[in-house]
Structures are given as structure tokens and as C-alpha cells.
């Protein structure tokens, strides 16, 4: 079974756990960055892979088997959960470049964090006249 590595497997930070905490992915635990709309210039996915979990499987096959015979152990091995692994390239502000293998929900955590923008709180004038 293939289980992402949750850290950066090349560039800058090579070798620094990847995290999520509270809705934000962060680079190493005392040292390293955050990943967000300000520090992240653009990130590329790189490859995403889609597997079914033998460890599910088996364990939903058993549980299934037991309780429900031959019926119940096909079902259950089949409905293995899916595990998927993203390897993507992040272009940080500042200039550096990383590398970085995660799973399902950092990737969420990165995507959602990377596209919230700060909201600019200035209003807009109007011109009437050209209402």
C-alpha cells in the first residue's frame, strides 16, 4: 500500500515534514514556512495518484466475511477506500522552490489555503455621471 510521504522530497526544505494545523499547511515544525495565498507565488500538480488501500480492504473483507459469509467478504474488500497521493512543485514569493509529496487532506488544506486571498477592505468610488 502506498502511503504519501507528507514532506518535501525536493528543492528547498528538502526533508522537512509537511503539516496541516487548523486549515493551514505549514513546512517543517520549528523551522521552515507556511503555505498560503501570501507566501505561495503559484504550485503545480505534478502527479496525483488514485489507489484503493489494501489495509481497507482487507479489514472491510474480514469484518464483511464474518458477517455475512462469501457475500459479505467480497463486498467489504471491495469497498476499499481510496488513498491518493499528490506530488506538487510550490513557487514560493521569496524565491524558493520545494518539491512536496502529500496526502488527500493537506492537499485540500493547500488548495483552500493557497486561494483564499486577503479581501481588500477599501470601497470603490462610483461615478454617478456615468450612471
Not at 499547511?25 to 503545480?44: D, M, P, R, W
Not at 510550490?90 to 483552500?112: A, M, P, R, V
Request: glycine share 10%; charged share 20%.
Amino acid at each position: 500500500m502506498s502511503v504519501a510521504r507528507n514532506k518535501v522530497i525536493a528543492g528547498d526544505y528538502n526533508g522537512k515534514m509537511v503539516y496541516d494545523s487548523s486549515g493551514m499547511v505549514h513546512i517543517g515544525l520549528f523551522s521552515g514556512a507556511t503555505l498560503n495565498a501570501q507566501t505561495v507565488e503559484s504550485y503545480e500538480i505534478i502527479t496525483d495518484e488514485h489507489r484503493k488501500s489494501a489495509a481497507s480492504g482487507v479489514g472491510r473483507g474480514i469484518v464483511g466475511g464474518a458477517l455475512l459469509g462469501t457475500v459479505g467478504l467480497l463486498a467489504g474488500a471491495l469497498s476499499a477506500t481510496n488513498v491518493s497521493i499528490y506530488i506538487i512543485a510550490i513557487q514560493f514569493n521569496d524565491g524558493k522552490k520545494s518539491l512536496i509529496e502529500i496526502d488527500d487532506k493537506i492537499y485540500k488544506t493547500l488548495i483552500t489555503a493557497c486561494f483564499n486571498k486577503p479581501h481588500n477592505t477599501s470601497y470603490a468610488t462610483v461615478d454617478y455621471e456615468l450612471l
